[in-house]
């Protein structure tokens, strides 16, 4: 089988055209092209020497930072296996990934030494911490002592190269398994979508342990050879500074953070000169919000669909020519898509049904989960779960979701996650959490629940507490609403529609 190196060699064309350029600003350090792929090759040697090899697991727990920037590529340059961990989550989430993954090495920041303590004590794995405070395992600067990694491992288009976990609808995350060639088409298809130039300064405010931050914005950015800007969610007031002081050219937000980045430019005078692109995704933009965006900066902000199993916008609208407010724009390029009934035929035109696609930057399956991957794959076709339709001139509506995910920020929140822990408190009887519409989050989890006797007293602070210990913060029901009982369908199914409307009435 021929040898695939594109994902590799990457940054290969910006090293040759400009390898002291601007590549990387994290923090207070800045890394041209050449010193990053010299920390690439020097991170790749080290984890060699730890015994990481191709196929192992190496399981990060960082916010952006050069390190995660370096850990990940060195994976990709010796056939290892990247797995980004969220940074919300807690001991117990953190553990399930690295014993579903079975991974060899954690790499943490220090100053979440006190949250992985109880899983370095319970599994058995290798710790490099990033820091000044050393916690549990090695120091990082040990990962640049065993010198530079010579040939890259030769590797397989197929071969996995990045786990992302996601929330399923069934409440246990899913491990989305992305392939050498999915990877790299992800971020190839990026580039072309946002048409990054080596002349652009792109702002990355999203977190690079998801899809939307890895693979449609930083990578895509350092692939065209542009500068890159890494923060952790900035602050508006932050990214209006960046902005201005590096001439920031590009930045990609969820509608949510969009929101507030508007809110804040209205409520001063802001001149942002060199920004010529802004994106909002992972919910809808509303109509609104794009008037307000255009009557600010005189031009409208993309708008664009994707999810974490295929590793990047299936549907955006596009950078140059008309864009449609309130769509998902047109199919990315690359991809194939058709809007399906419930038999699996072509819907007409203005007909509502399931997003369904073909790219090559979807996912292999989710791992070790041949059950699931069946049923995301059906006819070679990959079912989103999405639901919209297509106008006739081939632009893509949203009109909901086939599951029943929670989006808050842009986060995927799965209700049967936190029912489960809701459930396992000694007060609760039986427990249903929905989704209601939220000007800032785009909607927040609402916990409907019956007490063991009906009782409420001092039960709801005990329960958010109790909650807490359990789920990433995100998570967290927002509001309880207290029930003598959970109404139930027909069937004898607890009523979610009903309990919906309930909490939308009383939290809209």
């Known amino acids: 089988m021929a040898n695939y190196r594109a994902l590799q060699q990457m940054l290969h064309a910006a090293l040759e055209g400009a390898s002291g350029k601007t590549a990387l600003r994290g923090g207070d350090r800045t890394l041209s092209y050449g010193e990053l792929d010299q920390g690439i090759q020097m991170v790749a040697a080290g984890l060699c020497q730890l015994g990481i090899g191709k196929g192992d697991r190496v399981a990060w727990y960082l916010p952006n930072c050069l390190e995660a920037v370096f850990v990940t590529l060195a994976c990709y340059r010796i056939g290892a296996i990247a797995v980004p961990l969220n940074y919300r989550y807690v001991p117990q989430e953190i553990e399930d990934v690295i014993a579903r993954t079975q991974a060899s090495l954690l790499v943490y920041a220090a100053d979440k030494a006190e949250v992985v303590a109880s899983v370095l004590e319970v599994r058995e794995i290798s710790s490099i911490v990033v820091g000044n405070e050393i916690g549990k395992g090695r120091a990082f600067s040990s990962l640049l002592q065993a010198g530079s990694f010579g040939e890259a491992t030769p590797v397989a288009a197929g071969d996995p190269a990045l786990i992302l976990f996601t929330s399923g609808s ?19 298809q990026s580039r072309k979508l ?31 050879g542009s500068e890159v800007i890494l923060e952790t969610k ?14 920031v050219t590009e930045y990609g937000m969820l509608a949510s953070d969009l929101l507030d980045f508007i809110e804040y430019l209205e409520q001063g005078q802001h001149s942002l000169p060199t920004l010529a692109n802004a994106i909002g995704s992972g919910d809808s933009v509303p109509a609104d919000l794009h008037h307000r ?8 902000v993309m708008e664009g669909a994707g999810m974490t199993e295929v590793g990047c916008y299936y549907s955006a609208n596009p950078r140059y020519g008309t864009r449609k407010w309130g769509s998902l724009g047109v199919p990315t390029p690359g991809t194939e898509l058709r809007v399906v009934c419930e038999d699996g035929s072509d819907c007409e ?5 399931e997003i369904v696609l073909k790219m090559k930057s979807a996912t292999m399956g989710y791992w070790n989960d041949p059950g699931a991957t069946g049923e995301l794959f059906r006819d070679g076709w990959l079912h ?12 893509v509506w949203f009109v909901g979701r086939k599951k029943l995910m929670i989006i808050r920020r842009g986060s995927n929140i799965a209700p049967a996650e936190v029912e489960n822990v809701l459930d396992e408190h000694p007060a609760v009887h039986a427990s249903i959490v929905v989704g ?14 019956a007490l063991i006797g009906g009782a409420e007293g001092d039960s709801e602070q005990a329960i958010r507490d109790f909650v807490q210990q359990h789920l990433a913060a995100y998570k967290n029901p927002v509001h309880y609403l207290f029930l003598p009982e959970l109404p139930r369908t027909g069937t004898g199914k607890f009523d979610r529609h009903t309990l919906q409307k309930m909490a939308e009435r009383q939290f809209t």
Do not use: N
Request: proline share 5%; hydrophobic share 40%.
């Open 436 to 449: 209601v519409t939220d000007v800032h989050d785009g909607q927040i989890p609402v916990a409907c629940v």
């Open 384 to 395: 989103t779960g999405d639901l919209g339709y297509e106008d006739a001139d081939g632009y």
């Open 349 to 353: 035109v203005g007909q509502h049904g």
């Open 234 to 247: 900035p602050t508006p007031a932050r990214a209006v500074e960046l902005i201005a002081k590096y001439g």
């Open 293 to 300: 965006f255009r009557d600010l900066l005189g031009w409208e």
């Open 194 to 224: 946002f048409d990054f130039q080596a002349t652009d300064v792109v702002l990355v405010g999203k977190s690079i342990s998801h899809a939307g931050g890895l693979q449609t914005q930083m990578l895509p950015a350092l692939m065209a």
């Open 170 to 188: 069934t409440g246990h995350p899913k491990g989305v398994v992305h392939s050498h060639e999915g990877v790299f088409s992800a971020i190839d």
